[in-house]
T-cell receptor
Framework: DQQVKQNSPSLSVQEGRISILNCDYT??????FLWYKKYPAEGPTFLISISSIKDKNEDGRFTVFLNKSAKHLSLHIVPSQPGDSAVYFCAASSAGNMLTFGGGTRLMVKP | NAGVTQTPKFRVLKTGQSMTLLCAQDMNHEYMYWYRQDPGMGLRLIHYSVGEGTTAKGEVPDGYNVSRLKKQNFLLGLESAAPSQTSVYFC?????????????FGPGTRLTVT
């Protein structure tokens, strides 16, 4: 059973608009959450993270929101740019243990 | 500074053949990992190592073996390849000094088993 789920396999957004990528988890022991970005033929790269003691973390155009009661996190990209087109993976960790990844969401930003 | 490199980039094997994937990192990281990526499944951890000479099983270790003889290298072996092992394999590393979860990934190896 997948402990981290990304229910939308793909998302299409117009350039300049907001992109919202969602992630749900089932393990209440997860205490650190991350987003990784992956371009074709490359490995994933770390994008942004959030600790379970926070509900928001912002880094430039990227903001991650955490709703612990709903076991849900989301990544907001504002404004979206064509270069943001990639696959985004949500990941979670408990007590510094290994990462558990979601299945990924392919974001396409149209010019 | 090359980061994390993987050899080879592509490989086609017949069922029952063996092969070794090589991962090398030049960041002096203590931790190294092997993942496989399958459509809709995200990345799943196969094996990992917390230091030279140590290895441990991840989520999907069956059919794979690993070795970490040198700090900078982490080898993934398939002794008898099966079609179910057709996947993209990623190696990653992370530092004990930083966050373990901020992992640096290699470009991947695409393996097809026929």
């Amino acid at each position: 059973d997948q402990q981290v789920k990304q229910n939308s396999p793909s998302l299409s957004v117009q350039e300049g608009r907001i992109s919202i990528l969602n992630c749900d988890y089932t393990n209440s022991m997860f205490d650190y959450f991350l987003w990784y970005k992956k371009y074709p033929a490359e490995g994933p790269t770390f994008l942004i993270s959030i600790s379970s003691i926070k509900d928001k973390n912002e880094d430039g155009r990227f903001t991650v929101f955490l709703n612990k009661s709903a076991k849900h996190l989301s990544l907001h990209i504002v404004p979206s740019q064509p270069g943001d087109s990639a696959v985004y993976f949500c990941a979670a960790s408990s007590a510094g243990n290994m990462l558990t990844f979601g299945g990924g969401t392919r974001l396409m930003v149209k010019p | 500074n090359a980061g994390v490199t993987q050899t080879p980039k592509f490989r086609v094997l017949k069922t029952g053949q063996s092969m070794t994937l090589l991962c090398a990192q030049d960041m002096n990281h203590e931790y190294m990992y092997w993942y496989r990526q399958d459509p809709g499944m995200g990345l799943r951890l196969i094996h990992y190592s917390v230091g030279e000479g140590t290895t441990a099983k991840g989520e999907v270790p069956d059919g794979y073996n690993v070795s970490r003889l040198k700090k900078q290298n982490f080898l993934l072996g398939l002794e008898s390849a099966a079609p179910s092992q057709t996947s993209v394999y990623f190696c990653a590393s992370s530092s004990r000094q930083g966050h373990l979860w901020e992992q640096y990934f290699g470009p991947g190896t695409r393996l097809t088993v026929t």
